[in-house]
Nanobody
Framework: QVRLVESGGGLVQPGGSLKLSCAAS????????MGWYRQAPGKQRELVAR???????YYADSVKGRFTISRDNANNTVYLQMNSLKPEDTAVYYC?????????WGQGTQVTVSS
């Protein structure tokens, strides 16, 4: 069974950057698509980006042009480069398959954007 561990979150000022990592305990090469999700307090979890094995990507309108998702199947890792961060990006960020699988959710990594 694949297990996912997110890391790289932290406290940054508006306009700053962070790179999140999602390390898988098993191979992700057979997973058609992987995604990054986030959940802010009092809000539903939302998909912010996904990437297919082909390299094709999708981004939510709110992060388009600022975030970049990448996938390294050889190292079983998915990344999310976040630039020009805004306070509204504050959330717990999770990785999972796309579509998501309930049993695959981990603890996520907290991203806080504040001055």
């Amino acid at each position: 069974q694949v297990r996912l561990v997110e890391s790289g979150g932290g406290l940054v000022q508006p306009g700053g950057s962070l790179k999140l990592s999602c390390a898988a305990s098993g191979s992700i090469s057979g997973i058609y698509a992987m995604g990054w999700y986030r959940q802010a307090p009092g809000k539903q979890r939302e998909l912010v980006a996904r990437i297919y094995n082909s390299g094709t990507t999708y981004y939510a309108d709110s992060v388009k042009g600022r975030f970049t998702i990448s996938r390294d199947n050889a190292n079983n890792t998915v990344y999310l480069q976040m630039n020009s961060l805004k306070p509204e990006d504050t959330a717990v960020y999770y990785c999972n398959r796309f579509p998501s699988l309930g049993g695959l959710w981990g603890q996520g990594t907290q991203v806080t954007v504040s001055s």
